[in-house]
């Protein structure tokens, strides 16, 4: 019985590694081996991080400064890449964080697995958790993200906190409350209610405080001083937009960039990316059924009770962002991993229910057996979720033409004010590492000051990808400072734009489709790089010096198209 014991642990554990391992190579693998693939996110959070290895970079851009806040990007997440950026690319850096991140949670899956698990499948139970993190992972619900930002934390450290509070690790408990408040601080909240009342519960019930009580209390009082000193933002930032504004604004609606209600309930409780939970009905149907499993008669495996209780603290600290709508950030932020975490614990237990009941169903089958098999159905339910997902990540099409045009702003001055329609702007800063007057990406509505500076800059944006004339193109930008300007086919596919500014851009384009874009076949005179269709075209009649000098030294590639494209 002992031999097949350890057989069995080294399956599990086998089995565990290789499922974790394909995991992580189909999660991560596409976006580090191509650099022209990327998370949208990065547009925000990760473009300014660049300064901390070229401190020339982005001086006076209001996106910058904003999202480098420290109520934006905590100091604990602008420190891991201020030590990073020096020597690794940026973006190449939070990829490959986000693979050691994803593989941190996969670690936590098989430790919590182990500690839901009974007795007799306790490395099934690990192997079952391991599973359930990579299938809940590639969910695409945001769980986790393939570039480490500020909320790829968000998971490692809520699955920590379970994990410590299952073992009763309490100094893990502290460091997870001290970690979210500099990495993450939106969890605090949630974290914090699960963790303060578990510490509660155990207190009651031993009739003594638990050890390291003290560690715990200072570690608490540390994280909600961290959060209240970094919470504030600047006057010309601020204030935050409040639910009544938030839901007269158009920015909020139906059309606009950020939609707070969907178009069923389905899209406004579960799926909604801002104030739902932030998971497809399916999926929580899949946990709600293996959460029943989990007490089938004479087999059951209760799922503990510190996994109900997070999922409890997540659920109510959602209801109450909804009802004070921005108070608490973003409701889908406090619902969306503690449903994970208690999805994983319900996952084991259910799932090692299920196992112990076919066991006794299966009487001339070997227990070895019934595991075994448990095992290979985990390895090929990863198999199944990763490959495919992978594969369709891979085989995105690299715009070429853009590429090369980024290669090229890379190469003008540092202060060059880039302008862009918004959507041809989103990774300018990214990829060619130069502001932009405005993008769709950074026009965030939430602070009311930062989006009061960005609207004009959006709509002088919007007037210059569809002017018909360079007396308009250079009287719209030259306020603004705009030294070069970039455009691209998908302008003129494109039809409309998110409220409010879709008016504008309807009547611009039919103006422009009677008279002609001037940014359609910009005179040779204006053009500093092309290709394909896609221009780098200069402001003004007369343009700077550095840039006519950029333009006359570039020796650019040969013109393609994007069917032409590696």
């Known amino acids: 019985m002992l031999h097949r014991d350890v057989v069995q642990r080294k399956v599990s554990k086998s089995v565990a590694l290789v499922a974790g391992a394909l995991a992580v190579a189909a999660w991560s693998g596409p976006w580090v081996l191509r650099a022209d693939l990327f998370e949208d996110d990065a547009a925000q959070h990760t473009f300014w991080l660049y300064r901390y290895a070229d401190p020339g970079l982005f001086a006076g851009d209001p996106t910058a400064r904003f999202f480098a806040l420290d109520s934006t990007a905590p100091w604990g997440y602008r420190t891991l890449y201020a030590a990073l950026a020096p020597y690794v690319d940026v973006l190449a850096a939070g990829e490959w ?36 993190v990579a299938w809940l992972v590639f969910q695409r619900a945001d769980a986790l993200t393939p570039l480490a930002l500020q909320r790829s934390f968000a998971l490692p450290l809520t699955l920590l906190l379970l994990w410590a509070l299952l073992a009763r690790r309490w100094f893990w408990l502290g460091a997870c409350w001290l970690l979210a408040a500099v990495l993450y601080p939106v969890i605090v909240v949630v974290l914090g209610l699960a963790g303060g009342i578990a510490l509660a519960l155990e207190t009651r019930e031993r009739r003594r405080l638990p050890p390291l009580w003290y560690w715990n209390a200072l570690a608490g009082a540390g994280a909600i001083a961290i959060v209240l000193v970094n919470a504030g933002v600047p006057a010309d930032v601020g204030p935050t937009v409040g639910g009544r504004e938030a839901l007269a604004m158009a920015e909020f609606g139906a059309d606009g960039r950020l939609r707070l209600f969907g178009d069923s309930p389905s899209g ?40 109900w209780l997070l999922l409890g603290a997540g659920l109510a600290t959602w209801l109450a962002a909804r009802l004070v709508l921005f108070e608490l950030y973003l409701p889908n932020r406090h619902a969306r991993w503690a ?51 992978a594969l369709a990540v891979w085989r995105k099409p690299v715009d070429a033409d853009l590429e090369r045009a980024y290669a090229f702003l890379r190469t003008l001055p540092a202060d060059t004010l880039v302008g862009a329609h918004p959507d041809v702007a989103d990774f300018v800063p990214l990829r060619a590492r130069r502001a932009v007057l405005a993008s769709t990406e950074t026009s965030l509505p939430f602070m009311q000051g930062y989006y009061r500076s960005l609207r004009p800059r959006l709509e002088a944006s919007l007037q210059a990808a569809y002017a018909t004339g360079w007396a308009e193109f250079d009287a719209v930008l030259d306020p603004w400072g705009v030294d070069v300007f970039v455009t691209s086919p998908r302008v003129w596919r494109q039809v409309g734009y ?58 650019p590639p040969p013109a393609t198209t994007r069917e032409e494209a590696p």
Do not use: K
């Not at 504008?504 to 394909?532: I, M, N």
């Open 339 to 389: 449903i994970a975490a208690f999805g994983v614990a319900a996952c084991v237990a259910g799932g090692t229910a299920l196992l112990g009941a076919l066991r006794q169903r299966l009487v001339s089958v070997t227990a070895g057996r019934v595991e075994a098999a448990a095992a290979v159905a985990v390895l090929a339910a990863v198999a199944m979720v990763a490959v495919p997902s």
């Open 97 to 132: 964080l986000a693979a050691l991140l994803f593989a941190a949670c996969l670690a936590l899956g098989w430790a919590i697995g182990r500690r839901v698990a009974p007795e007799s499948l306790r490395d099934t139970g690990g192997l079952l958790g391991v599973g359930a």
């Open 498 to 555: 998110y409220a409010p500014f879709d008016a504008l851009v309807r009547a611009a384009r039919e103006r422009g489709l009677r008279e002609g874009f001037v940014l359609a076949h910009p005179d040779a005179s204006r053009v500093l790089f092309r290709s394909g269709d896609v221009y780098v075209v200069r402001v003004g009649p007369a343009g700077s010096a550095a840039l006519v000098a950029s333009r006359d030294a570039a020796d």
């Open 268 to 307: 406004t409780w579960f799926r909604n990316h801002l104030v739902g939970l932030g998971w497809a009905p399916i999926t929580l149907l899949v946990l709600a059924g293996a959460a029943l499993a989990a007490y089938v008669p004479r087999t059951r495996v209760p799922i503990p009770r510190v996994a």
